[in-house]
């Protein structure tokens, strides 16, 4: 893992985009932000409705930001809840990226930076769909 990695602006992308967060319902505002291989800085917010369980988390934002903007992998991922903290994705969202960036991607968690081959450990792929 890279140690010269400026953690910090990319985390204070993902603090400066979480106040656009749309959550209404929950009061819990989530920011993401991340780097593709190309060096395209992502990010997104999460986006609540009244139908809770269609609620778009952070990530997805991003993820759609990647594939809209001409898609490439991502290398670095950071995600922080609306007071600044660096928070874990949850399941679903460790799956999509995962899917967008596979055991190399890199996340700031709150246990230090770890690739996502120890955050989502076997993960489920498109590999597997051949088999």
Same mark, same amino acid.
């Given at each position: 893992m890279a140690?010269?990695f400026?953690?910090p602006?990319?985390?204070d992308?993902?603090?400066r985009?979480?106040?656009?967060?749309?959550a209404?319902?929950?009061h819990?505002?989530?920011?993401a932000?991340?780097?593709?291989?190309?060096?395209?800085l992502?990010?997104?917010c999460?986006?609540e409705?009244?139908?809770?369980?269609?609620t778009?988390?952070a990530?997805?934002?991003?993820?759609s930001?990647?594939?809209?903007?001409?898609?490439?992998?991502?290398?670095h991922?950071?995600?922080?809840?609306?007071?600044?903290?660096v928070?874990?994705?949850?399941? @679903?969202?460790?799956q999509?990226l995962?899917e967008?960036?596979?055991?190399e991607?890199l996340?700031?968690?709150?246990r230090?930076?770890r690739?996502m081959?120890?955050?989502?450990?076997d993960?489920?792929?498109?590999?597997?769909?051949? @088999?």
């Open positions: 140690d010269d400026d953690w602006a990319l985390t992308e993902a603090r985009i979480s106040r656009n967060a749309y209404p319902y929950s819990y505002p989530v920011g932000a991340a780097l593709a291989d190309d060096g395209r992502l990010t997104g999460n986006v409705n009244a139908a809770y369980g269609v778009l988390c990530e997805c934002g991003l993820v930001s990647l594939v809209a903007t001409g898609g490439g992998r991502l290398t991922f950071v995600c922080v809840n609306g007071a600044g903290e928070i874990m994705p949850c399941g @679903r969202c460790r999509l995962f967008h960036g596979g055991n991607l996340l700031l968690t709150v230090g930076v690739p081959s120890e955050v989502l450990p993960a489920f792929g498109p590999d597997d769909l051949t @088999r």
